[in-house]
């Protein structure tokens, strides 16, 4: 089993429709946990920090369930420029702490 | 504010030939991470620093080495280049090692090997 499992997609979405992605993450004790977005052909940028509140940046709202272990990200009103892939980040606190990624779900907003 | 810089930004290799890959942060951050990313495998991490003076070997670190020239810097060669390590690589810098913060990435290098 994957650390950090997610469904690559790709989400077809129509703009202003609200999507969700779901991650799951096999390591109970992990600690921190992000979402990224990945642009074609560029390098990964954090998105949002997800909390065990949860929590909000504008139209994006990340939450955490720690007992089921997944972690979720839903963006409302979907723009043409958040086609992207978004890649579920885990700390698992493992030997050395390394940040472990999901392979990304692919969204793809269209007109 | 650059924040981390990756050098060069493409390069096709002949099999065999060697060659270093460059990275500088000016972030002041402790923690250094070398990945490669392949369609359909996600970001792999080949080697990592935790802080100045210290290596450590990722989930593939076959075929390369690392060098922590100081706290900006870190580089990773291939000593012999093969097609398997036609892949896009990415140079990550962290304030800790704990990756509580996240890692910030560099725009990548496109390496082909022929």
Known sequence: RKEVEQDPGPFNVPEGATVAFNCTYSNSASQSFFWYRQDCRKEPKLLMSVYSSGNEDGRFTAQLNRASQYISLLIRDSKLSDSATYLCVVNPRGAGNMLTFGGGTRLMVKP | NAGVTQTPKFQVLKTGQSMTLQCAQDMNHNSMYWYRQDPGMGLRLI??????????????????NVSRLNKREFSLRLESAAPSQTSVYFCASSETNTGAYGYTFGSGTRLTVV
């Not at chain 2, 620093?49 to 075929?63: Q, W």
């Open chain 2, 47 to 64: 080697y990592y620093s935790a802080s100045e003076g210290t290596t450590d070997k990722g989930e593939v670190p076959n075929g390369y």
